[in-house]
């Protein structure tokens, strides 16, 4: 199992979005595609937000979005 799960993510993506608006991320694959541009950058040479000891790109970028180091921009 993926910990944090994409729930998880929706919902830390989402915080601060007020009540009657549309949600910034709206399913999973918004999360697929964010986590992996964001683990390109990475593999570019952009520095991690988080510790990055050991662990994949893909892993930090997930790990950057679960604790909010990152955010994902709607296209408005």
Do not use: F
């Not at 998880?8 to 399913?27: H, K, R």
């Not at 992996?36 to 994949?56: F, L, T, W, Y």
């Amino acid at each position: 199992m993926i910990h944090p799960s994409y729930s998880d993510l929706m919902a830390v993506a989402n915080t601060g979005v007020e009540p009657g608006e549309q949600p910034v991320v709206q399913s999973r694959y918004s999360i697929v595609l964010a986590t992996a541009k964001r683990a390109r950058q990475i593999v570019n040479g952009s520095e991690p937000h988080v510790d990055a000891a050991g662990k994949k790109p893909l892993s930090i970028a997930v790990e950057e979005l679960y604790k909010g180091k990152i955010k994902i921009v709607g296209d408005e």
